[in-house]
């Protein structure tokens, strides 16, 4: 029963590079969503879909690409990291109860 | 736009005692939800409780409860019989569910770590 799975752990890259982030849950549901969590800040909305083919931008979308070509997966992109984008990331999927979360990519961009 | 405040960045609290987390929030929805989140050191998000806005009674979990008051838009979170595990920070979370996609993204606090001393 994997819920919602996201991968790396952990991340380092250079600024400039591309990575992409991967998510994806096996509970069916239609809305997903990524955050990222800065120390004093809570969780921030970056960007969002409410099912496949469709997608929209959340608080600080800037710097980051999303697209939902299945219900199960949800990648998100970073094109050229910046030091700013330095943070931990989360992957949720919901249903109208609650929202489950994927364990977290720490990320540090050098 | 909806907020949620948690004003305790820090709080602690002795073992076996009880602690109450404070939160408030600021919407005109009607339909809505309210959530606690813990999150350990291992940075896992784990849903503590739950709490649907149209019903009155207040949700319990075990050792863990809310005291919901809707007209003063105040949801705390109340642990008794604190236990070391408990430490963590915790995060007050909104969100509402009606029409278009938006409305069903959570909302944050910003969160208050607790602190349990043996």
């Known amino acids: 029963n994997a819920g919602v799975t996201q991968t790396p752990k952990f991340q380092v890259l250079k600024t400039g590079q591309s990575m992409t982030l991967q998510c994806a849950q096996d509970m069916n549901h239609e809305y997903m969503s990524w955050y990222r969590q800065d120390p004093g800040m809570g969780l921030r909305l970056i960007h969002y879909?409410?099912?496949?083919?469709?997608?929209d931008q959340g608080e600080v979308p800037n710097g980051y690409n999303v697209s939902r070509s299945t219900t199960e997966d949800f990648p998100l992109r970073l094109l050229s990291a910046a030091p700013s984008q330095t943070s931990v990331y989360f992957c949720?999927?919901?249903?109208?109860?609650?929202?489950?979360f994927g364990q977290g990519t720490r990320l540090t961009v050098v | 736009a909806q907020t949620v405040t948690q004003s305790q960045p820090e709080m602690s609290v002795q073992e076996a005692e009880t602690v109450t987390l404070s939160c408030t929030y600021d919407t005109s929805e009607s339909d809505y939800y309210l959530f606690w989140y813990k999150q350990p050191p291992s940075r896992q998000m784990i849903l503590v409780i739950r709490?649907?806005?149209?019903k009155q009674q207040n949700a319990t979990e075990n050792r863990f409860s809310v005291n919901f008051q809707k007209a003063a838009k105040s949801f705390s979170l109340k642990i008794s019989d604190s236990q070391l595990g408990d430490a963590a920070m915790y995060f007050c979370?909104?969100?509402?569910w009606g029409a278009g996609g938006s409305q069903g993204n959570l909302i944050f606090g910003k969160g208050t770590k607790l602190s349990v001393k043996p």
């Open positions: 949720a999927s919901s249903s109208r109860q609650a929202a489950f």
């Open positions: 979370a909104y969100r509402s």
């Open positions: 879909s409410v099912g496949a083919g469709i997608t």
């Open positions: 709490q649907e806005a149209y």
